[in-house]
């Protein structure tokens, strides 16, 4: 589950090279990777293992990442994405969070709620490592790992559920071993479902047939398809009435079910070819094609002050409607060579690559929105208005002004190098950097072809070295620290016409970890220290009202904590506490509606404290039955709920309780509770209007069959 139990693949090849035997190439190596195991990474590193989510009944990356220390939630678009920050830094507002799957860039694009039905692990890989991975977020990488085809066995699962707000969903999982180089797996869900926000409602489809064929043991190809078909009611959440949450009903829904769901489409290829091309040395390439889509309307609370009629009725809430038609199309290709080598007596662990892609983004936008608003004049169909506690739906107004037509080619690519030497037995050194070459291309059809904004072109180059080492002080306890710094390009272009600059970060990293002799007991203790530059603030200049600099930089230091353990008495604990101390380093004034920054200001939905608690304990119950009883506590601390404002979201302690009984091996009967004693929470927001109310107590019955 959590941090350190080590790649499998990785630690058998390198315990087999110390060995002097020859290795078999078993599976697939991960790219990025290299054959350094995991508890020797000089980085904290926490894994989730898909079984946990499947126990918990966890389908959703999101609710799957609340189980990661110093990992926070952040505004996820109406519900149409996944965002996240990792150690108080998170990304672009206007794009998903960036994530891992199989080491391509899952997250790109518009590809909706990430479905945890294909995990098979979730891994946290935190800290200072952007010179491997490249362009992103200095906090750290999340890496998905799915459920591949694997040859020798074949087996299926399948599985219904059932619960709260009219929710079903079906999953089913086969792995056919067709013969001895070559197997197929499918793995898919369906589900649909209410919600406990009136009106509101979802379905989706997704599927990841995959493919592996393995001529011999050195040589293995694989591909994996991705199939998603999602349709989400878009949910801006629910308003804070003079500041004060709770006045208004959390099921209350402020959109307009005429809307419809916004409809999310997405189809994308993985393949990778692994080759053994030495004892020791093999060569990974890949290639990833994904194309998603985003199409539908929604119907939000107005932000700006000065045509929201709310702050003087009290109950009658203005809104924009707006209609967003988005694709995008990813392409990559990638490479690299990994194993070791001697010098003397130092044993070298080196991984050389390079990745290149191009990503294309067509955004088209329109809004209507109600005119400004005089205190005291009446509320007519223009200000588009609901009343927030007695709502009557089915106005209709048709966006007609233009906010995006563009078309955007980002085309990057990079080299990296890593070398971890094995300086003693006991000593690890890890040295590395990646250089980057990203070009943006930016075609604004809203200008004239003759307006110097019609079309901008800008390109970056960096370099970003990396650094850390690793000394076992016993055979169970060993120290590290990392040092690394990183980029993230700015999306958007300043007055002038020009590409931001962008995010800059540096970082450092040094903790213990401890893994007991039988492997039951593992633990680690992380401290950490970010910056980060060129973040993207009001222009300051009134002649450039609307417009934004990378004026900003921000800070995020803490500590983490992660414990698991197998423990007698067939009694699991898995456990998690993050301390985050994330705040603004300059004075500034935000982007969005250019309010005041101050230095010192805390960021955006980043709690300071953060605690995960989850114990179960399983009985034998006669010859072949088992049964499993469980509890967990998860805490999150007050956070800013709105930039530049005093306006926070309150604490949450929320409880879960499980159980389940397994009849033989085949048969799985279980029964989950989220918040148990049905606290009122919430999870995040953008601003006090756009604020996403947490699901009330919910119970999920689920039977599962293996065959």
């Known amino acids: 589950m959590v941090a350190l139990p080590g790649a499998a693949w990785a630690e058998a090849a390198d315990d087999a090279a110390d060995a002097g035997a020859d290795i078999t190439v078993i599976g697939q190596r991960q790219q990025y990777r290299g054959d350094v195991p995991l508890r020797e990474l000089p980085q904290s590193v926490q894994e989730i293992d898909g079984k946990l989510l499947s126990q918990l009944n966890i389908t959703r990356l999101d ?10 939630r952040q505004n996820n678009f109406g519900g149409l994405w996944d965002s996240f920050a ?15 799957v199989n080491g391509f860039n899952g997250g790109r694009g518009y590809g909706g709620p990430r479905d945890a039905s294909n995990i098979e692990k979730i891994e946290v890989l935190k800290g200072p490592n952007g010179a491997v991975f490249g362009r992103g977020e200095p906090g750290g990488t999340i890496n998905i790992t799915t459920k591949k085809a694997k040859i020798g066995d074949s087996f299926g699962s ?18 056919l071993s067709v013969s001895d180089t070559v197997a197929i797996r499918l793995n898919g869900a369906m589900q649909e479902a209410d919600s406990f926000r009136e009106t509101v409602s979802s379905r989706k489809k997704v599927a990841s047939p995959s493919i592996l064929f393995q001529p011999s043991s050195s040589t293995s190809l694989s591909y994996e398809m991705e199939f998603v078909d999602q349709e989400v009611d878009f949910d801006r959440g629910v308003v804070a009435v003079d500041g004060k949450l709770g006045v208004m009903s959390r099921k209350t829904f402020l959109g307009e079910p005429g809307d419809g769901p916004t409809k999310v489409k997405v189809l994308g290829h993985q393949v990778q070819l692994q080759q053994e091309i030495a004892q020791g040395w093999v060569l990974l390439g890949g290639f990833g094609y994904r ?5 539908g309307y929604s119907s939000d609370p107005e932000l700006a002050g000065g045509r929201q009629t709310l702050e003087e009725t009290g109950n009658i809430l203005s809104r924009q409607r707006r209609f967003r038609d988005y694709d995008t199309t990813n392409m990559v290709f990638r490479g690299e060579i990994s194993g070791s080598f001697y010098t003397g007596p130092f044993k070298h662990h080196v991984l050389l690559g390079a990745d290149w892609d191009k990503f294309k983004i067509d955004l088209f936008q ?20 609901i009343d927030i506690f007695n709502p009557v739906y089915g106005q209709v107004v048709t966006p007609t002004t233009f906010l995006q037509d563009s078309h955007e080619v980002q085309s990057a690519w990079g080299v990296y190098f890593q070398d971890q030497i094995d300086v003693t037995d006991h000593f690890k050194l890890r040295v590395g950097g990646r250089f980057d070459h990203f070009k943006q291309d930016v075609t604004n059809y809203l200008k004239a072809p003759t307006d110097d904004l019609y079309n901008k072109i800008a390109i970056r180059k960096r370099f970003s070295p990396t650094a850390g080492a690793l000394y076992e002080l016993t055979d169970t306890l060993s120290i590290y620290g990392g040092y690394g710094t990183g980029f993230r390009p700015n999306s958007g272009l300043n007055f002038f016409g020009n590409a931001f600059a962008p995010e800059t970060s540096k970082s450092y990293e040094a903790g213990l970890r401890f893994t007991s002799i039988d492997k039951k007991i593992s633990a680690t203790l992380a401290a950490y220290s970010m910056k980060k530059k060129n973040i993207l603030t009001n222009d300051p200049n009134p002649d450039h009202s609307g417009f934004s600099i990378a004026g900003g930089s921000a800070t995020s230091k803490g500590i983490e904590a992660d414990i698991n353990a197998s423990l007698p008495g067939e009694i699991s604990v898995y456990a998690a506490y993050a301390y985050t101390d994330a705040k603004w380093a300059v004075a500034a004034a935000d982007p969005a509606f250019g309010l005041a920054i101050e230095k010192g200001d805390p960021l955006i939905n980043i709690p300071k404290h953060q605690a995960n608690l989850l114990v179960t304990k399983a009985f034998d119950l006669g010859e072949t039955g088992r049964f499993t009883v469980g509890g967990g506590v998860n805490y999150v601390s007050k956070r800013l ?29 279980s029964v989950d509770v989220t918040n148990l004693f049905d606290v009122t929470w919430y999870a995040a927001s953008y601003h006090r209007y756009w604020v996403m109310p947490g699901t009330p107590r919910t119970i999920t019955g689920r039977v599962e069959f293996k065959f």
């Open 63 to 72: 609710a799957a990442l609340d189980l990661a220390s110093g990992v926070a």
């Open 86 to 100: 990792i150690r108080g830094f998170a990304g672009d507002e206007n794009f998903p969070s960036g994530f891992l």
């Open 158 to 175: 399948f599985a219904a559920s059932g619960g709260s707000y009219d929710t079903y969903r079906v999953e089913g999982d086969y792995n």
């Open 291 to 295: 194309d998603t889509s985003f199409k």
């Open 366 to 385: 329109t809004r209507y929105r109600g005119p400004v608003y005089t205190a005291g004049s009446p509320i007519t169909a223009a200000n588009y208005a």
């Open 641 to 669: 709920g709105e930039t530049g404002s005093d306006f926070y979201l309150p604490d949450y302690t929320l409880v879960r309780a499980l159980a389940s009984y397994e009849p033989s091996e085949s048969v799985k009967l």
